[in-house]
């Protein structure tokens, strides 16, 4: 080992001691400062991975409409989609707010169909089993399957009866007739863990749902699930092409882009708020260093008249900076990962679990850990603590042997 | 000049100092001085305080650069030397012994005196095997794992010694070694420090108020007035 490699060692973790103060010190605002800025990087990755899933999950991949318009004779488009490579599920898909009233108590669900006949569906109801206290199966044109938290704001159980109107019974109003709601029967509860489906979508069948829109064979749009791995982006863009713009094609990504966008800003925002932490942190390092170089001046003076090179006294002094933001960096990950694995209890103690559901629409704070953002926040850490060790290595560097030893 | 049986291994011709004083002026700290200190020989250098003993020091380590004259390592000029290759061929030829001992307090005893081999770049375990050995050969066998803090002053010179010898360096330049210990410490350090230079044949510059440490050397030279006399 280099002599300037084994000083700068030793200065941070003398013989005889774990390690010196300002080493421990050191180590730790920095592991903080990381802590800080990979921890929140984690969780803001966990929230859009999260968010993405959930739209993904409750919206489809692609969804094709005719620009607002009902669509119909479908037969044709819907046969040409299944015999596409890496199409999981086309599926058909009337939906459109609707009144329901539970005993005589007003409510505004978004009802959404499902195809009971094929059982084809774009969102994945039973694979992730969305429907508790119930079956997707036990749903006829009979009955509704009802949002879990929209429930439960209603009072509504399963085996209770809904009345649904739709908007058009303001034609028959129109027609001075009497307009007659639907009863449904209640045979289970959406839970997709999606607050925001949760507490506003309702499901039925899509034969109900036609004849509540007046939609006759036709739907509002067509839903495509592509296979797991696929870019909904380059694959909508083929199908765009194919379709000839005679309807218009999104993805879940385009459908939410300004809500995506929001979580990502807000990650990059508050990035650069912490990364002030392990600004700080490289201060009180580059202070500490220099504050060492003025007490140890005979030392260095003594180094020089052994033979040791300017260089490599400036080196041992930017070692030492770099060594601490490599132990810092590793103590702050080792932080991260200890902290966000007990994050459920601590985001219980802080600010409750109901604050989450409420505001994020989760039950769990989710966390994503990303080799990028660990790389990138470590460099930064590492190649600040370097840096911050350069004014005084530079200063030992600059010492005079005959003035450093004369010195008091 | 020294009048020397052997040829130099430490030669200073000529040398000519000035400092600049707070006023303006030019203080003349040496005003020509000529030294020779033979191989495996000891020269004692004494002096009032401000004569320019440890000035004198300095420029024949190459620490500082005399304003006019040369300094001879093994009959080399050093001034033919660039900074780099000074400091290689210092940490081989010369070791050094202050008052202050200037032992690094993170390192144990041990581990200072083979700093010399490092910055030398000559680690390994033979250099950890000389390290001990000198340790033991100054009385400190004892106490290798022993930090600076954890020593006397005594101990920590003995250790300083070591560090200097560790390199078999040529010659040994010591500037007041006794000056923090007292009279009887003092006097068992130098005893060893003697023997050890005898013994190994190592050339000792010495810078001393001690009359009687002065009168063990070889030879003594006093410096008055920026000159030489003995």
């Known amino acids: 080992m280099k002599w300037w490699l ?9 013989s005889g001691k774990f390690a010196s103060f300002f080493a421990l010190v050191s180590i730790l605002g920095v592991a903080l400062g990381i802590l800080g800025l990979y921890g929140t990087q984690s969780v803001m990755n966990g929230f859009h991975a999260q968010i993405g899933k959930k739209l993904r999950d409750t919206t489809g991949d692609i969804i094709i409409r005719d620009y607002g318009r009902p669509m119909y004779n479908l037969d044709g488009l819907r046969s040409k989609l299944k015999s596409v490579d890496g199409i999981k599920s086309v599926e058909l898909m009337a939906s459109g707010p609707v009144m329901m009233l539970v005993r005589n108590v007003p409510s505004f669900p978004l009802l959404r169909s499902f195809d009971t006949l094929s059982g084809e569906c774009a969102i994945p109801i039973r694979e992730n089993n969305f429907v508790k206290m119930g079956d997707i199966d036990m749903l006829d044109d009979d009955s509704i399957i009802i949002g879990q938290r929209l429930a439960a704001n209603l009072g509504i159980s399963v085996g209770d ?56 064979e036709g739907a509002h749009s067509v839903i495509l699930r592509l296979e797991d791995g696929l870019d909904p982006t380059s694959f909508a863009d083929k199908i765009r092409k194919d379709l000839k713009a005679k309807y218009s094609v999104s993805t879940w990504l385009t459908s939410n ?23 700080v942190a490289s201060f009180s390092i580059c202070i500490s260093l220099y504050t060492s170089v003025l007490r140890k001046t005979r030392e260095i003076g003594l180094l020089g008249a052994m033979g040791a090179r300017p260089g490599q006294i400036a080196l041992m002094y930017c070692v030492q900076g770099f060594f601490i933001g490599v132990a810092g960096s590793l ?34 704070l989710p966390v994503k850990y990303e080799l990028g953002d660990a790389v990138s926040a470590c460099g930064f850490a590492i190649a600040l603590c370097t840096l911050a060790g350069l004014l005084p290595a530079l200063r030992a560097a600059k010492l005079k042997i005959s003035e450093a030893m004369r010195n008091e | 000049m020294n009048n020397p049986t052997q040829p130099g291994i430490l030669c200073a011709k000529s040398i000519k100092k000035s400092f600049r004083s707070p006023d303006g002026g030019s203080v003349e700290v040496l005003g020509g001085v000529d030294l020779e200190v033979p191989s495996g020989h000891s020269v004692s250098l004494v002096g009032e305080s401000g004569a320019g003993k440890t000035t004198l020091l300095n420029i024949l380590a190459g620490f500082e650069l005399p304003d006019d004259g040369s300094v001879l390592w093994d009959g080399v000029r050093i001034d033919k030397f660039s900074n780099s290759q000074q400091a290689r061929r210092r940490a081989g030829f010369m070791g050094f012994v202050f008052q202050n001992y200037c032992l690094v307090p993170e390192l144990n005893a ?17 250099a950890r ?45 010591s500037d007041e070694p006794t000056g923090n210990l007292d009279e009887k410490t003092g006097e068992s350090v130098m005893n060893m420090f003697f023997k050890l230079c005898s013994e190994r044949e190592v050339a000792l510059l010495l810078i001393t108020h ?6 063990r050397c070889d030879s003594t030279l006093h410096l008055s007035a920026g000159k030489i006399s003995k």
């Open chain 2, 110 to 126: 041990v581990e200072n005196v083979e700093l010399a081999a490092r910055i030398a770049g000559k680690f390994g375990k033979s």
């Open chain 1, 161 to 216: 009866k809904v009345e649904v109107f739709s908007p058009t019974v303001l034609d028959r109003i129109k027609k001075d007739e009497v307009p007659m709601p639907v009863r449904l029967d209640v045979v289970g509860f959406l839970a997709t863990d999606y607050s925001e489906a949760d507490s506003s979508v309702a499901l039925v069948s899509l034969r109900r749902m036609r004849e509540l829109y007046n939609l006759g």
């Open chain 2, 210 to 215: 001690n009359p009687d440490f002065a009168a």
């Open chain 1, 331 to 364: 103590t702050g990950l080792a932080l991260t990962w200890l902290i966000l694995y007990f994050r459920e209890p601590i985001v219980e103690l802080v600010v409750g679990r109901e604050a989450l559901i409420e505001f994020y629409h989760f039950a769990r």
């Open chain 1, 6 to 14: 084994y000083i700068a060692f030793k200065q941070l973790f003398p």
């Open chain 2, 129 to 173: 095997e000389r390290a001990r050995e000198l340790l033991d050969a100054v009385g400190l066998g004892g106490r290798m794992k022993h930090l600076p803090s954890q020593l006397s002053g005594g101990e920590k010179q003995r250790v300083a010694i070591a560090r200097a010898i560790m390199n078999s360096p040529r010659i040994v330049l």
């Open chain 1, 257 to 279: 882009e300004g809500f995506l966008r929001v979580i990502k800003m807000e990650k990059v925002m508050m990035s650069l708020i912490i990364v002030l932490i392990i600004i």
